[in-house]
């Protein structure tokens, strides 16, 4: 099963993205930049959706990183934001998302063919850098225990949000 990070800080944005995704992919969710850096690393999924505004390192700073680590380079991520102005599309896409989805999400199938486009042009050198592990544990979902694993400060808000 193809694996996904999700790094979102928002709650509610996380489990509406859970919602549509989680019965198709493996889902690991992260709620800051730096947790998902540190995550992505240790543990590199198929792909990435990216929330732009995210505290402390914004989503283009995380991608930024990704880009200049070779180990990493590879792995689509999509822009997950709610700037849907003229131009920002593109300025997205030239600072190297391979993919650009507005939030809120009204249209699944548009997010669901996006990923679905980028897993399938087999961009990703996740799954062949991975270990192989035994397909048991392949089939586990990761994701955090408690908020504060996925970053995130007991009441909701993300570290370091005031």
Known sequence: MKRIAIVEDNRDNRLLLSAI????????????????????RSDPPDLILLDISLPEMDGTEVLRRLRA?????RIPAI????HAMRG?????????????????????????DT???????????????MPAVAPAVA??????TSPV?????PGGQPDGAK
């Open 139 to 144: 089939a586990v979902v990761t994701r955090p």
């Open 69 to 73: 680590d070779p180990a990493l380079a």
């Open 149 to 153: 694993q996925a970053g995130e400060q």
């Open 115 to 129: 990923i679905a486009r980028l897993l399938e042009s087999g961009v990703s050198p996740a799954s062949s850098a």
């Open 79 to 82: 822009a997950l934001t709610a």
């Open 21 to 40: 995704i989680d019965d198709r992919y493996e889902l690991i969710e992260y709620a800051t930049g730096r947790v998902a850096l540190d995550g992505i």
């Open 88 to 112: 920002v599309r593109e300025r997205l896409l030239a600072e190297g998302f391979d993919g650009y989805v507005v939030k809120p999400i009204v249209d699944e199938e548009e997010l669901l």
